[in-house]
């Protein structure tokens, strides 16, 4: 696997892409494991490795800081926290991965929501003498959030507890059963030594009772994509194509990144908000004309009849058109320093419509730690998660985030600075509702109807 | 039927598109957003592979209108001459409009003074930031990928630049899903990164896949080279080699196009596009760590760089 002596033969073997975030607390271990799956899937340079070691020397240290390959900043560096979200790549034989590293820190409860966006799974961390601490629920609960589709627990520091199964068990029992309360479709627990390298890469010596596959093998082979054949389409109009050209004097595509589901040529299409309808008359993916496309590639469609569209409008087969709406509930992560309060005028972009908006209310905030709803606390401060009713000033074809988490997202934007100042989801906040360990059948939600 | 997409085999779905279809389509819509929310958009060009894929990424983004973008190229004064006549080709290729920004002229001028290092990497940020003010462009793409450096992993997709340009780590937006905000006051700018999650693999694959020429620079070729700080420099007019320097002929390629002052040959003998990948996969050296002395100056050289405008 990793330890191929071929690493040419290794990396350009590698055919398809996931994208997938980390969490953790400060003192978990995740700096190890992202340093060991770097490291053991062979994406630390020589002149980056040795770039480490001389900083480390300058400033005393006996062995190479590996965080310093990760924490990219002159701040980073100086206080030896990561205070945001970078972006690594590495890949293996099956696979290429983009990896957002996310600070843990309780205060970076944005950044944490920033890599769960995009990403199809997410690794969370636990220091096995801990146990499920407040910080995991919140984890859990921002991946739930986000509808991220695969969550990894990785209990970690396993060499510490003496690799006793009973330890391992009894964590991934209760965080199981919490993340399964709030609708994680899928938990893949792991008991892992990043520092040892217990089942990161290499399978353990010391967990023969572990049958399971290594945080590696298990990033290699989850579903990167999902079964469409369910998913509605949604097509966001981003910019129309008009060569005007002696070649081309009649040509009008529709240029876009197709949100979820896929696109038929022949398909009876409904243009939102107007409600016009037509047909797909074509399908151009980059220069290559095709019968069919699909999430998420980016096409220009052309329609059978002239229609009035332009940036901000959706195109959707006329049988499953989302129902425009001026009223938005939604959970929203507050991003920006600056508060969010009931009353107040907002810029909302949603796909590739953006649309003045009134903040009306603001029913519950969120304590992750417990999920419990504190009931109208009137305004929003930076890392807080709250229930939001939103009126804007034009139709939207909203669908529930849910539903997808391209058509369902939405940004609030300040319209005075341009700052982006939350990142919504709309309809309900997590895929079940909370229940107790003890009401918990075990078994996952059903996952029909998830796009990613 | 017929599709358009590579459809990959295992234990991924049929819908799953392979690794470079996923980029490209993050490249164009990433494209397609800046045409849809900006007056004037420019694409930084210096014949690079990456300005070059960007370039062809561009083109196939609006096919088939014409790309709606001009170019901006910031000349070192030091630049190859066979990149300057790919840029040449290119633009009059395909009808694009070309602005210039000379460190040269700035130097001429006596808007700014020579380092005594002699490089002119660094040189460029005054020109370039002063021509996007002066062209008043909105939106300004630049080929920066976050596997290059570890100041660009933290680099947003689009990083908005104030009045003078500078960029503040600090007080970067947080970027969700593919929902960019683009919004910015007059005077300010958005740096746009397209290629923000391509690897320098995923990019010589890319121009294999789509047969996109490149300056003959990046193939093996005999070139007449010194060495200097480690590196092989090609000698010329603008500072090499000194006396104590001794010039041979050596069978070299570049993995990087830059000043002629800072970007190093790499010894090779890969003569094609398949020979540079396997070249590639098997280094041990970022292309940067390879053959770029300007990153070498200090551990933040990049974020300080940055910080002033460079991109």
Redesign the interface.
Known sequence: MTTSTNPSAEQLSATTLLRFATAGSVDDGKSTLVGRLLHDSKSIFTDQLEAVEQASIGRGQETPDLALLTDGLRAEREQGITIDVAYRYFATPRRRFILADTPGHVQYTRNMVTGASTAELAVVLVDARNGVVEQTRRHAAVAALLRVPHVVLAVNKMDLVDYAEPVFAAIAEEFTAYAASLGVPEITAIPISALAGDNVVEPSAHMDWYGGPTVLEHLETVPASHDLTGCKARFPVQYVIRPQTAEHPDYRGYAGQIASGALRVGEAVTVLPSGRTSTIAGIDVLGQSADIAWAPQSVTVRLTDDLDISRGDLIAPTAHAPAPTQDVLATVCHVADSALSVGQRVLLKHTTRTVKAIVKDIPSRLTLDDLSQHPAPGQLVANDIGRVVIRTAEPLALDAYADSRRTGSFLLIDPADGTTLAAGMAGDAFAATARTAAETDGTAPDETGWDF | ?????TV??????P?????L??????A??IF??V??EFERPVILFSGGKDSILMLHLAL???????VPFSLLHVDTGHNFPEVLAYRDRVVAEHGLRLHVASVQEYIDAGKLRERPDGLRNPLQTVPLTEGIQQHRFDAVFGGGR??E??????ERVFS?RDEFSQWD??R????????Y?G???PGEHVRVFPL??W?E??VW?YIEREQIALPEIYFAHEREVFKRSGMWLTPGEWGGPKDTETVETRLVRYRTVGDMSCTGAVDSDATTLDAV??EI??????E???TRADDKMS??AM?DRKREGYF
């Open positions: 039927m017929t599709t358009a997409a990959t085999e295992g234990t991924d779905s819908f799953a598109l392979s690794h279809d996923a980029l490209e389509s993050e164009v819509h397609r957003e045409a849809g196939k983004a609006f096919a088939p209108a014409a976050r596997d450096e570890k100041a660009r992993a933290k908005l780590p600090r970067q937006r947080p970027e969700l899903w593919q929902l905000n919004r910015h006051a923000s999650n690897t693999l995923d694959q990948i396997t996969a098997a280094s041990r050296l970022t940067r760590g390879a551990e933040a974020e």
